[in-house]
C-alpha cells in the first residue's frame, strides 16, 4: 500500500513533519496526532451494561 504522506507542524520548531513520525527530526519534540493519516477513525455505539436486579 503506498498512502500519500501527511503532515503536522511540529508543535516546538514549526518544520513539517509526517505525521507517523514519533518526533520531529529537526528538534526531537514528540509530534502527538489523534488520526495518523492512513488510519480511519472507527466510532461505535455506546454500550450499554446489563441491567442489575
Known amino acids: ?3 500519500p504522506l501527511n503532515h503536522v ?5 514549526r518544520k513539517e513533519v509526517d ?3 514519533p518526533a520531529c ?6 509530534i502527538y496526532v489523534n488520526v495518523p493519516g492512513d ?7 455506546p454500550l450499554n451494561p ?3 436486579d
Open 1 to 3: 500500500m503506498n498512502t
Open 39 to 45: 488510519t480511519t477513525p472507527t466510532k461505535h455505539p
Open 50 to 52: 446489563p441491567k442489575q
Open 19 to 21: 505525521d507517523r513520525a
Open 9 to 13: 507542524q511540529c508543535p516546538s520548531c
Open 25 to 30: 527530526p529537526q528538534c526531537g519534540e514528540k
